[in-house]
């Protein structure tokens, strides 16, 4: 049997953490039965289990995950946007209506999250602050009068803001243009993904430090653990692009990207006179994903920096990679913010992995003999992970949902070709943004 290649990541969450982190259970050990086994304890897994448990009180549902805590898998490794958005939004009639089912989708994502924050007091810095989708170059100004007609199509509130209006709320004048939307929510991931895995119900178990390294399949299926198996009647995989190692053939839909972060210290006094004195926490994204920045100023006066994107699929990153990214973001923050430049340390640079697809559309639904899946984050991994995993578990258990109807509706991921060949396109794909968006870097 073959065994799959644990994902490894040569550093650790950024995230300020919980003062009482969560408790933690031991890894696996010997053999267990289940009736259902999701593997992977971030959003749609956590989602999953959380909704499957309460539709169905008596079930057994246990839940693998090979990080040692929740915060150190990829969901505690975010910038901490909860977008109530679609990236794109297009402009046929098919588009707009397939970007208003993500809005639905969305929302209720985020209205599922506020509650869980709501009911189980998370402390995660939850805030409802918008964001800014901004651009650096002057004369590129086709991507944001794109993106603020398909605001305007689907009626979504706006405030265009030009680079004097930027630097008062922004505190740099890097920017050129930028659009404001007030639906998005901003938190510290790694705080937040504790504490919803903290308040799982009674029937769920979960095990850290347990990853599934290889699944056999028949009436029950048998997962192997380092220290143990489970025989479980249906599996949930919420594993993202890692998936085609646990199911080879099954899975050539998504591909895996790294990319990394850096938070600095908390700001001084003498460092805050620099920026605007109504300066408040905030939320950037760029027009171009791949060559731009993502950018946040948080309530605790530090600033967050996600920029970089390399191939990563099978989910490795070594401990240069993320010191060649943390290089490129203290020159990134440098021509950000030169009224600060070097006297601004950064405190931590870490990396997280995306799934992404070839044309946006997530992999939901039954993959293989009593085998599901909720995949394909796109990006938008916290509130579309989230409603993703709610949703598959009133589907599979043939519960009425109103929103199961929109989940099936926006398609299904496109066949990605096998590797050798996904990894030099994926490569060359990376390669033409970073050329396209390169006056944005």
């Given at each position: ?250 899975f050539r839909r998504q591909a895996s990207m790294a990319t990394f ?181």
């Amino acid at each position: 049997m073959k065994y799959v290649s644990l994902p490894h990541n040569q550093n650790t969450v950024g995230w300020p953490l919980p003062t009482k982190p969560p408790s933690t259970s031991s890894p696996l050990t010997g053999q267990i039965r289940a009736d259902w086994a999701v593997i992977g304890a971030g959003y749609a897994g956590l989602a999953f289990a959380r909704a499957l448990a309460m539709l169905k009180p008596d079930l057994h549902i246990v839940v693998l995950d090979g990080a040692s805590t929740a915060w150190d898998g990829s969901a505690g490794r975010n910038s901490g946007f909860i977008i109530g958005l679609p990236h794109n939004i297009g402009s046929s009639m098919a588009e707009l209506k397939k970007a208003q089912t993500w809005r639905n989708l969305l929302q209720a994502g985020i209205d599922s999250l506020w509650e869980q924050v709501e009911a189980n007091a998370i402390s995660c810095d939850w805030e409802s602050a918008g964001k800014y989708h901004c651009q650096v170059a002057e004369g590129n100004d086709a991507v944001l009068k794109t993106y603020r007609e398909s605001l305007e199509r689907i009626e979504e509130p706006y405030e265009e803001l030009d680079c004097e209006a930027l630097t008062q709320r922004l505190g740099s004048g890097f920017w050129h243009k930028g659009i404001f939307t007030p639906g998005t929510i901003l938190v510290n991931p790694a705080r937040l993904i504790s504490g919803l895995a903290g308040a799982l119900p009674k029937n769920v178990t979960l095990y850290y430090d347990t990853p599934a390294l290889a699944m056999r399949t028949g009436k029950e299926t048998q997962i192997f653990t380092p220290q143990g198996e489970v025989l479980a009647q249906q599996v949930m995989l919420a594993t993202n692009a890692l998936s085609p190692e646990l199911m080879p053939g099954l899975f050539r839909r998504q591909a895996s990207m790294a990319t990394f972060a850096s938070l600095t210290q908390p700001l001084t006094v003498q460092q805050m006179v620099k920026l605007p004195r109504e300066m408040r926490s905030w939320g950037r994204t760029p027009v171009n994903a791949i060559a731009g920045a993502t950018l946040r100023f948080t309530s605790d006066r530090r600033f967050l920096i996600r920029q970089h994107v390399i191939p990563a699929l099978r989910g490795a990153v070594s401990s240069e990679q993320t010191r060649h990214a943390a290089r490129l973001h203290r020159k990134l923050f440098s021509r950000m913010y030169p009224q600060l430049g070097g006297d601004v340390t950064l405190a931590k640079t870490w990396s997280g992995t995306i799934s992404v697809t070839r044309n946006g559309a997530p992999l939901w639904g039954k993959v293989g003999r009593n085998i599901y899946t909720a995949a394909g984050c796109n990006g938008a991994g916290i509130s579309r992970q989230t409603i993703a995993g709610e949703l598959l578990a009133h589907y599979v258990m043939k519960q009425d949902h109103p929103l199961v109807g929109d989940m099936l509706a926006v398609g299904r991921a496109n066949v990605l070709p096998p590797s050798p060949l996904l990894n030099a396109a994926v490569s060359v794909s990376l390669m033409k943004e970073r050329w396209v968006g390169r006056k944005e870097a």
